[in-house]
């Protein structure tokens, strides 16, 4: 998926922190809006705005560079960083400028930045040190459910099962064949047949015979690293509270997770 983060964080670099934080997160290009810079959006998956709040909204500036793109049918999140304990209404115009644009917005995040201003000069500031390091992890998981929400498999668990494939479940999406049961997806169709699953795996779900196939669902462990790596979108992992659960007993009362990840059948 590939993502942009446009940003300004003129007064403490509060957002950019955040910014950046989510930007590991999403591979994402990093943009600073201070030199209104021209970028054609139509290669983008997903876009970030982001800037401090400054008179109940977001930086002007931002909401006047947002005002002269073109956002129709992007997906968009929108976040801040603040002085004040609650976030009440402050993404609203912003909000209000990206749908008049055309924009659809899949998640607003905010947290508390530091703050000389006003009446805080008395005390040296408020929100010393925020940013903190919960702060951007918190950014950094925002990021991460956003980019596994637009995941091109997220709906796939709940499509019927059409066929079987050597005790493998087969769904088909259109023209795209998707292999799975219950808890890894590949579409096979889509599949590159790059290997990276089959070699980042450390349970060793996948195998390769004449094309990739998740032969071994049931030891997958949800870390993630096989769908993290994937170049084309193809793995999706059904990450859920009952997986977690099945993984837990799993590894209590059977040694199964660890001959799994003992089998080192990777190429
Ligand atoms: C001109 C100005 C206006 C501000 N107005 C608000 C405000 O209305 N509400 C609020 O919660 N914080 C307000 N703040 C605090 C900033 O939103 C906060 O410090 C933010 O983290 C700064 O981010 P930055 O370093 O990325 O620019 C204001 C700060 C400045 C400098």
Not at 117 to 122: F, K, S, Y
Not at 223 to 235: K, Q
């Amino acid at each position: 998926m590939k993502s942009i983060i446009f940003y300004r964080s003129s007064y403490k670099g509060n957002t950019l922190k955040i910014a950046q934080s989510m930007s590991d997160a999403l591979s994402a290009e990093l943009v600073p809006i201070d030199n209104a810079p021209q970028i054609c959006l139509s290669d983008y998956d997903l876009i970030g705005f982001g800037s401090a709040i400054n008179f109940a909204a977001h930086d002007i500036q931002l909401q006047r560079y947002v005002s002269g793109l073109n956002l129709k049918g992007k997906n968009i999140f929108v976040f801040s960083t603040r002085c004040r304990p609650f976030l009440g209404a402050y993404h609203k115009p912003l909000r209000k400028i990206i749908e008049r644009k055309g924009g659809k917005i899949v998640g607003e995040f905010s947290c508390r930045g530091f703050d000389r201003t006003g009446p805080w000069v008395v005390m040296d500031g408020y929100n010393k040190s925020r940013p903190d390091e919960r702060d951007l992890f918190k950014a950094r998981l925002f990021a991460e459910k956003i980019r596994w929400k637009l995941h091109p498999l997220t709906d796939v668990r709940k499509m019927p099962v059409t066929e079987y494939s050597g005790g493998i479940a087969l769904r088909r999406i259109e023209s795209d064949i998707v292999i799975g049961n219950k808890v890894v997806f590949l579409n096979t169709t889509t599949c590159v047949h790059c290997k990276k699953c089959i070699n980042i795996c450390p349970m060793h779900i996948f195998d390769y015979e004449s094309k990739v196939l998740p032969v071994n669902e049931n030891n997958c462990i949800q870390c993630r690293l096989c769908a993290d790596n994937c170049p084309t979108s193809s793995i999706y992992i059904n990450e859920s509270f009952m997986n977690g659960l099945r993984i837990a007993f799993r590894e209590s009362f059977s040694d199964k997770l660890q001959i799994s990840y003992k089998s080192g059948n990777a190429e």
